[in-house]
């Protein structure tokens, strides 16, 4: 029975979070909190020679002054240090570890204080003397030093040959900077020392189960001497699936002090973290004049740290989209003096994606032939890479609702066709894929006798709105109302799950609650036949389902008894389950391919003397199987195009590279879209029965809608100027560059 799932169900944590009762990792607290203040390092490459903390030392309140020379003992093997989705290759980063410096914005020291004001203030006394060693941070620099990884994307057929002999060839270099994730909340770990050496570290972070094997790892401790609690997460986009340093810190102080210790990063510091690496991405394109695809060349040099090798997916993507006999993918790094790159919303295939829908518009545009109708004329079936079919793909559907929609048939094919007043108006188009991964979750539920369910799962909800869909899934497969159910998240101590990333949470959690919701039904129906002269005496579990607070018959609604009615006739206090949901990682069996897809339509209008784009409709048409939550689905995916609207136009982290140093680390000159920028975005999600990809037919969406919207955009702006920027973002001075 479905009441919950698929409806508009608002957030269930709603009402916590705007009256501020939901509490973040830097506001809990304990009366013997004292506070950390990081000093980092201003070289971007090189030694710590020596480190003065006298002057730090002698401000009232200051409690103590961490270095490598006096921080707690860590483990010293690389092993100890890989959280559980660190890079395979590499040797992760150790806060306070040594006196090597290895990116600017390294944390060096930690000043410990009574109270935070002055542990900023001795920070600022901290004086290090540095030894400088050659760096560098440029990418186009160092393209050249670039190394291949392996991927598992396979080449078929001879993609060069068939470039060379292709009838309408395009070939171009597409640029996406490097981007920060910028959550609103601050990276921040309030560690709790209860006395007896056993600690509770409430922490930022995406996944508390991994950062409580890796804290115990590191510190050498006992699973049972350390907890890690994140009930709620202030945007983290995937700067928060690794373990991040403050985390480390903040137990080194508390180790140190034997107390407990609060260190929240400044918006400055969390730009010594993660970020999507810049990369060059190089389309060759080669077609018949009918629009029959023949070659994709598809390579990408991507960034990454001196001493971790981290990649993702760029190339690829063409192969589950596009049909042609010859392909071929690779992957570079390039090793560049900064922190290791991470996950950022879809990571590889924001990326990948943009410089390939790019790509398909430019080739559009030399074959003469509309943009979407090239896609359609290319449209595959099957995934090329693996040579495998779909669980499902509604693609064709996403463009034609999408269209229909926009109003696409409209469009004037030449560029600068288009005018509203003063402004020119281009219409773009892109497509969007994303994964449908699903990942080993448990869960357990405990119904009490007044009908109450409490749910509890490890998995953190990172804003995406698990713990509503989560109730809903609850409340249906256990027949009550939503309001008698209660969802944990975010506790090291909670059923097993994995991160919340890649999309995956939704499909691998909500199949666990189902699963477990199952066993409870078990042992209702058996209390329930136990009951004298019971309706459902010789009834089977296939028999009943659980509704309306009831455990009912299937065949006849009149056999019917209260849940709560079984529970005080067998004199059951509580039922309680644990279940899993029997998945593998990452998704099981793997003669189909698994995708969630998108159509993308955008509208600019750009005021061509001052060079200023408007983005003033988006249409993003999705097909990512069963939707559990009309109104948090809808916001997810609204909230990946207003990042695609940023990808597109504003975000870079721009790097000045003499010093090897960011210089807009901060959110008044690092831009990202605000209400001003963001207009008509309609989001709609395209029916996809799913029977194959899971029981449940879900495929997840946190990520498919940032997938292809700064494409989307840019081939706009092509349509509307006949001007083609290749690298992001596209401010006005490109704009307005000669040609
Ligand atoms: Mo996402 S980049 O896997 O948090």
Same mark, same amino acid.
């Given at each position: 029975?479905?009441?919950?799932?698929g409806?508009?169900t608002?957030r269930?944590?709603g009402?916590?979070?705007?009256?501020?009762?939901?509490k973040?990792?830097?506001?809990?607290s304990a009366?013997?909190l004292?506070?950390?203040?990081?000093?980092?390092?201003?070289?971007?490459?090189?030694?710590?020679?020596?480190?003065?903390?006298?002057?730090?030392?002698?401000?009232?309140?200051v409690?103590d002054?961490?270095t490598h020379?006096?921080r707690?003992?860590m483990?010293?093997?690389?092993?100890?240090?890989?959280?559980d989705v660190a890079?395979?290759d590499?040797?992760?980063?150790?806060p306070?570890?040594?006196?090597?410096v290895?990116?600017?914005?390294?944390?060096?020291?930690?000043?410990?204080?009574?109270e935070?004001?002055?542990?900023?203030?001795a920070?600022?006394l901290v004086?290090?003397?540095?030894?400088k060693?050659e760096?560098?941070?440029?990418?186009?620099?160092q393209?050249?030093?670039?190394? =291949?990884?392996?991927?598992?994307?396979?080449?078929?057929?001879?993609?060069?040959?068939?470039?060379?002999?292709?009838e309408v060839?395009?070939?171009?270099e597409y640029?996406?900077p490097?981007?920060?994730?910028n959550?609103?909340?601050?990276f921040a770990?309030?560690?709790?020392?209860?006395?007896?050496?056993?600690l509770?570290v409430y922490?930022?972070?995406?996944g =508390?189960?991994?950062v409580q094997?890796?804290l115990?790892?590191v510190?050498?401790?006992?699973?049972?001497?350390?907890?890690?609690?994140?009930p709620?997460?202030?945007?983290?986009?995937?700067a928060?699936l690794?373990?991040?340093?403050?985390v480390?810190?903040?137990?080194?102080?508390a180790?140190?002090?034997?107390?407990?210790v609060?260190?929240?990063?400044t918006?400055q510091q969390?730009?010594?973290l993660?970020?999507?690496?810049?990369t060059?991405?190089r389309?060759?394109?080669g077609a018949k004049?009918?629009?029959?695809?023949?070659?994709?060349?598809?390579e990408?040099?991507?960034?990454?740290?001196q001493?971790?090798?981290f990649?993702?997916n760029?190339?690829?993507?063409?192969?589950?989209?596009?049909k042609?006999?010859n392909?071929?993918?690779?992957?570079?790094?390039?090793?560049?003096?900064?922190?290791?790159?991470s996950?950022?919303?879809a990571?590889?295939?924001?990326?990948?994606?943009y410089?390939?829908e790019?790509a398909?518009?430019?080739?559009a545009?030399?074959l003469k032939?509309d943009?979407?109708?090239?896609r359609?004329?290319?449209?595959?079936?099957?995934?090329?890479?693996?040579?495998?079919?779909?669980?499902?793909?509604?693609?064709?559907e996403?463009?034609h609702?999408?269209?229909?929609?926009?109003?696409?048939?409209k469009?004037?094919?030449?560029?600068r066709?288009?005018?509203d007043?003063?402004?020119?108006?281009?219409?773009?188009?892109?497509?969007?894929?994303?994964?449908?991964l699903?990942?080993?979750?448990?869960?357990?539920?405990?119904?009490?006798a007044n009908?109450?369910?409490?749910?509890s799962?490890?998995a953190?909800?990172i804003?995406?709105?698990t713990?509503?869909?989560?109730?809903q899934?609850?409340?249906?497969?256990?027949?009550?109302p939503?309001?008698?159910i209660s969802v944990k998240?975010g506790?090291?101590?909670?059923?097993?799950?994995p991160v919340?990333?890649?999309?995956?949470m939704?499909?691998s959690?909500?199949?666990?609650?189902?699963?477990?919701a199952?066993?409870?039904?078990?042992?209702?129906?058996?209390a329930a036949k136990?009951?004298?002269?019971?309706?459902?005496?010789d009834?089977?579990?296939?028999?009943?389902v659980?509704a309306?607070?009831?455990?009912?018959?299937?065949q006849?609604?009149?056999r019917?008894v209260?849940i709560t009615g079984?529970m005080r006739h067998?004199?059951?206090?509580r039922?309680e389950?644990?279940?899993?949901?029997?998945?593998?990682?990452?998704?099981?069996?793997?003669?189909?391919?698994?995708?969630?897809?998108?159509a993308?339509?955008a509208e600019v209008?750009?005021?061509e003397?001052?060079?200023i784009?408007?983005v003033t409709?988006?249409?993003?048409?999705?097909a990512?199987?069963?939707?559990?939550?009309t109104?948090?689905?809808?916001?997810?995916?609204?909230?990946?195009?207003?990042?695609?609207i940023?990808?597109a136009l504003h975000e870079?982290?721009?790097y000045?590279?003499?010093f090897?140093?960011?210089?807009?680390?901060?959110?008044a000159?690092?831009h990202?879209?605000?209400?001003?920028d963001?207009?008509d975005i309609?989001?709609?999600?395209?029916?996809?029965?799913?029977?194959?990809?899971?029981?449940?037919?879900?495929?997840g969406l946190?990520?498919?809608?940032?997938?292809g919207?700064?494409?989307?955009?840019?081939?706009?702006v092509?349509?509307?100027?006949?001007?083609?920027?290749r690298?992001l973002?596209i401010?006005?001075?490109?704009?307005q560059?000669p040609?």
């Open positions: 029975m479905t009441v919950y799932i409806t508009a608002s269930v944590d009402r916590a979070k705007v009256t501020g009762e939901a973040y990792a830097g506001e809990f009366s013997d004292a506070y950390g203040s990081i000093v980092e390092s201003i070289l971007a490459k090189g030694r710590v020679v020596r480190i003065d903390t006298s002057a730090a030392s002698q401000v009232e309140g409690l002054v961490l020379g006096n707690p003992q483990a010293s093997a690389d092993k100890a240090w890989k959280d890079p395979e590499g040797s992760p980063f150790r306070l570890y040594d006196d090597k290895m990116f600017s914005g390294q944390p060096i020291a930690l000043v410990l204080a009574e935070w004001e002055i542990a900023r203030y920070a600022s004086r290090v003397e540095y030894e060693q760096f560098a941070t440029n990418l186009q620099k393209r050249d030093q670039s190394f =291949v990884v392996k991927k598992p994307d396979k080449p078929h057929g001879d993609a060069g040959k068939a470039f060379a002999a292709a060839r395009h070939e171009a640029f996406i490097t981007e920060h994730h959550p609103m909340e601050l770990s309030t560690v709790i020392w209860d006395g007896g050496g056993k509770t922490d930022k972070t995406q =508390v189960q991994n094997r890796y115990c790892s510190f050498e401790k006992e699973s049972g001497d350390l907890r890690v609690i994140s709620f997460v202030g945007g983290a986009f995937g928060g690794r373990p991040q340093y403050q480390v810190l903040a137990v080194q102080g180790l140190a002090l034997k107390r407990s609060r260190l929240v990063l918006r969390m730009y010594g993660g970020y999507r690496p810049a060059i991405e389309l060759a394109l004049a009918d629009g029959t695809l023949d070659a994709i060349t598809h990408a040099i991507a960034v990454t740290s001493f971790e090798e990649s993702r760029d190339t690829g993507w063409a192969a589950l989209l596009y042609s006999a392909a071929k993918y690779v992957h570079r790094l390039a090793r560049l003096d900064v922190p290791t790159s996950d950022m919303r990571p590889g295939a924001a990326t990948g994606v410089a390939l790019s398909m518009d430019e080739l545009v030399a032939i943009p979407l109708e090239l359609l004329r290319c449209y595959s079936d099957r995934d090329q890479n693996e040579d495998i079919p779909y669980t499902s793909k509604q693609l064709r996403c463009y609702q999408g269209a229909e929609t926009f109003g696409w048939k469009r004037k094919a030449e560029p066709s288009m005018r007043g003063s402004e020119l108006v281009g219409w773009g188009m892109a497509t969007g894929v994303w994964e449908a699903q990942v080993p979750v448990a869960s357990r539920i405990v119904l009490t009908g109450h369910a409490e749910v799962c490890a953190s909800d804003g995406t709105g713990y509503t869909i989560l109730a899934v609850a409340a249906d497969t256990l027949g009550l939503i309001d008698n998240l506790d090291s101590t909670l059923p097993q799950a919340e990333g890649g999309s995956w939704a499909a959690a909500a199949h666990a609650v189902a699963m477990t199952e066993e409870v039904r078990k042992e209702l129906l058996a136990a009951i004298k002269g019971s309706p459902l005496a009834a089977t579990l296939e028999d009943v659980l309306g607070g009831n455990i009912v018959s299937r006849d609604a009149s019917a209260s079984v067998g004199a059951i206090d039922i389950k644990e279940e899993a949901n029997g998945f593998s990682f990452p998704s099981g069996d793997s003669s189909h391919a698994r995708n969630t897809h998108s993308v339509f209008k750009i005021d003397q001052i060079g784009i408007r409709r988006v249409v993003c048409a999705v990512a199987g069963r939707i559990l939550n109104k948090t689905a809808h916001s997810q995916v609204m909230g990946g195009v207003v990042w695609g940023g990808m870079e982290t721009v000045d590279h003499r090897g140093r960011i210089m807009n680390a901060n959110i000159e690092y990202v879209p605000v209400n001003a963001v207009h309609d989001v709609i999600f395209v029916d996809e029965p799913d029977e194959i990809v899971n029981p449940m037919g879900i495929k946190g990520e498919i809608g940032i997938v919207v700064a494409a989307a955009i840019a081939n706009a092509y349509h509307a100027t006949g001007k083609r920027i690298d973002p401010t006005l001075d490109k704009l560059r040609a």
